[in-house]
């Protein structure tokens, strides 16, 4: 059956249907592309928000260890007769080595707030989700050596480093810079070789302290198996041996933060 001729009203509701299939195409299009956006701005938003909320936390907000604060072991002496004693109650410190614990351990928190930053910013730029699951972790469980070292400086009446928001942006930003440049392999060999730096640091702490702080060192020990531990993480997560310049850059750097704030 052949179609009646198209008048002018005919002409146009055609034109009209061609227009809005455009119109529709065109719309789909731009909600597509929305979409697009819509998903990929939350993600960033989240990793952006929480990135933020790391930050506050770590430099303003008192932190919470999920952890009891190590304790000297309460070690049990055995008289002759098999009586059980306990020990003496340690000398008080004088003010001169609680001047230098509270210079050793504010250092400590210090290389705290840095690791806070580093994992932070490692974790923002990491494209793989398992493994930004995990940067997550380790910078959950630095939290609680940044309450223990925090804790620690309060009772040697001491503060924190006041330099602690400069550290923080300064560590953030090669922390991003590594997972970005680098890629999530040599961010994680990053992590390794930072990690290993901090635990050689605590372990020259160790014997830097005054004998009888047995607090602090306490304190120390644990913090330095648990960045063994991280260390161990890292590398078996596939990290990257890191180039022998980019570690002494990064040791030098660690000079200047350890010298400065132990005094700042
Ligand atoms: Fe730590
Ligand atoms: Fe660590």
């Known amino acids: 059956m052949s179609q009646p001729p198209l008048g002018k009203l005919g002409l146009l509701h055609q034109r009209w249907d061609r227009f809005a299939k455009k119109i529709t195409l065109n719309q789909g299009l731009l909600l597509l592309e929305h979409n697009k956006r819509a998903k990929l701005i939350p993600m960033n938003a989240d990793a952006l928000i929480l990135a933020a909320d790391s930050a506050l936390r770590t430099l303003f907000a008192t932190p919470r260890a999920s952890r009891a604060t190590p304790k000297p072991p309460n070690l049990l002496e055995q008289l002759p007769d098999g009586q059980m004693l306990a020990p003496a109650e340690p000398p008080q410190l004088t003010e001169a080595e609680k001047s230098l614990s509270a210079a050793l351990m504010r250092v400590n928190h210090v290389g705290e707030v840095c690791a806070q930053a580093l994992y932070s910013g490692q974790a923002l730029a990491c494209k793989d989700p398992v493994l930004r699951a995990k940067l997550d972790a380790a910078c959950r469980e630095e939290t609680d050596h940044l309450a223990w070292t925090m804790e620690r400086l309060e009772q040697l009446n001491s503060r924190p480093s006041l330099l602690n928001p400069l550290w923080y942006a300064g560590a953030f930003a090669i922390g991003y810079?590594?997972?970005?440049?680098?890629?999530?392999?040599?961010?994680?060999?990053?992590?390794?070789?930072?990690?290993?730096?901090?635990?050689?640091?605590?372990?020259?702490?160790?014997?830097?302290?005054?004998?009888?702080?047995?607090?602090?060192?306490a304190i120390v020990a644990q913090m330095k198996t648990d960045e063994a531990a991280h260390a161990r993480m890292a590398q078996k997560a596939g990290a990257a041996a890191l180039p022998e310049p980019v570690k002494r850059i990064m040791g030098a750097a660690a000079k200047v933060m350890t010298t400065v704030a132990h005094r700042i």
């Open 177 to 217: 810079g590594a997972g970005k440049l680098g890629g999530d392999k040599l961010s994680l060999g990053f992590v390794v070789e930072t990690e290993n730096q901090v635990e050689a640091h605590l372990a020259q702490h160790m014997s830097q302290l005054p004998a009888h702080d047995l607090a602090s060192k």
